[in-house]
Every structure is written in structure tokens, then in C-alpha cells.
């Protein structure tokens, strides 16, 4: 079983320990959250963590002597620094003391998720500063949300809405959603995928992409042409198979492939995700999304 990399989360404001740690769950760290520098120094003591997420501005003990007190302590300890705007040198000052690395807010939990796994990798003696594969920036499959190909479109919209509102976005932190369904099979494999440009495209009426008269070329619809006609398009579509309207299975691609291939790849046939596999089955997701974050993390 994959070892939980354990994260302790130290911040003043309450909601966003909360909000923050239990993301952090369901992505599969082992979260604890602590108040204030004193109140984390104290968790340390008993309890050691691989990670510590820590906020630089808190009353009474500020980040920046916390981060001393913890390189005292538990020198092993890798501490990522979050910094709110205008702060940015005092951040950058905190390398300099033995932090790992910093975030400035408001950051992007999946960026924050990277950051985290980083530094659990730096923290051991295995570590290796070289370029990650597909299988290291990857959106396990288990946290990709899935629909059969039978169920209703209207299902399907309802399943992209609940990943919305299950994400937190706020000046602290930012959740992306997946903006897509994985369509799996009877056996579980992964068969097509439905994403909003899908629906897009099938909330159109078929004539609009039929062949015209050549005539037709110069024609331009008129307004009363397009009134009503999104809200007739939708209600019509709301019922139709999954099946009916998602497109074919993502390509896919070994978890050890290089990530200029995979960027090369995406690039050359214009797709937005890759399936991601291993031994032939597939184990994860890549979206344009995490190849940004990675080019993001290079450059800065």
C-alpha cells in the first residue's frame, strides 16, 4: 500500500485549515492542521509530519520563527511557505533559512498537491533532481469522476455540477475542476469521455454542420433565427444517452513517458488529456492543466 505522505497545515484562519485539509484528504495526504507557529511546534514534538504547509503572517509566532523552530527540531522536516501578495520577498528570504519552497496566495490546490509530493521526495535519501514523467504529475484515476455510457446527459451535467461545487475557490485557495467524465464500460475500462465542449457540440442542431446550397454560402442567420433555439437545443438533449453524444477514449500513454513526449504529443494531435497507463491498464489522467503547473514550477 502506497505510503500517506503526512501533512501538517499551519495557518491562523480557521476556514481555510478546514477547507484546505480536507482537499488534501481526499487527494490522499494524512492532514493535520494547527492554529498558530506554537500550536504546530507542539504537534511536532509528539508527532512528526513529512510536510509542513506554513502560513508566514500569524499572530504571536510568525512563519518565519516557526521555520527556525522546525529546521531545531525536525531538520528532516521539509516546509513549504505560503505568502499572501506584496510578500513575496519575504517568501524568497525564507529559502534562505531551510525552506523547501514557497506559494504565494492565492494558490491552486493541485499546484500545492505537487509542491507537497516534491518535498516528501526531498526528504529521502532516493531523491533525485531530474525531469518527472507522466506518472509523477498524473490525476490518479480513483479521483477522476466517471459515468456510464447508458446514463442520461442530464446525469452527467449533474456529475460535472457536484465536482464544481465540491471545489473551493476564495483568495486563499483555488480548486480547478475537470471540466470532463471519464465514460467507464461494464468491466470498469474507460471507453469515451464527455467533456462541456461535447456538450457544446451536440446542443446543436444537426443542420447547422449539414452541407448548404452554395447559395446558402452568403446567407446570414438573422436573430429570430437563433431566439430560443439554445433553450429548445438543451431541454432536448437533456435526455439523451451518454453514449449518444460523449467522443472516443482520450489516447493514452506510459506512466514513464518522458514529459517533452507527452507535451509533444498533445500538442501534435491537438488534445487536451491523456490517459495515462500502467502495465496496460489505465492509473491516471493528464490534462493541459498539470503540464502548465510543471512548466510553472521550472521557471520559477
Known sequence: MEQRIKVLMVDDEAQFRATTSRILNKKGFATTIAGSGEEAIGILEEHPQDVIILDIKM???????????????????????????????????????????????????????????????????????????????????????????????????????????????????????????????????????????????????????????????????????????????????ADKSVAEVMSDTPPCMDEDTNLMELADFMYTHQVRRVLITRADRVVGVVREQELFFEMAHIIF
Open 59 to 237: 499572530p504571536g509566532m510568525d512563519g518565519h520563527e516557526a521555520l527556525s523552530e522546525i529546521r531545531r527540531i525536525r531538520p528532516e522536516t521539509q516546509v513549504i511557505m505560503l505568502t499572501g501578495h506584496g510578500a513575496g520577498d519575504s517568501a524568497k528570504a525564507s529559502l534562505g533559512k531551510g525552506a523547501f519552497d514557497y506559494l504565494s496566495k492565492p494558490c491552486d490546490i493541485d499546484l500545492l498537491a505537487l509542491k507537497i509530493k516534491e518535498a516528501f521526495k526531498a526528504s529521502h535519501k532516493d531523491f533525485k533532481k531530474e525531469e518527472k514523467n507522466a506518472g509523477n504529475i498524473m490525476i490518479h484515476i480513483e479521483d477522476y469522476t466517471t459515468i456510464r455510457p447508458e446514463q442520461t446527459v442530464r446525469e452527467a451535467i449533474q456529475a460535472l455540477m457536484r465536482s464544481f461545487e465540491g471545489l473551493i475557490s476564495s483568495s486563499r485557495v483555488m480548486e480547478t475542476g475537470h471540466r470532463s467524465l471519464l465514460v467507464r464500460g461494464p468491466g470498469q475500462d474507460v471507453i469515451g469521455i464527455i467533456s462541456i465542449l461535447d456538450l457544446l457540440e451536440a446542443v446543436r442542431p444537426g443542420y447547422l454542420s449539414a452541407a448548404k446550397p452554395s447559395m446558402a454560402d452568403s446567407i446570414q442567420y438573422s436573430r429570430m433565427f437563433w431566439t430560443g433555439l439554445f433553450s429548445s437545443q438543451v431541454k432536448a438533449l
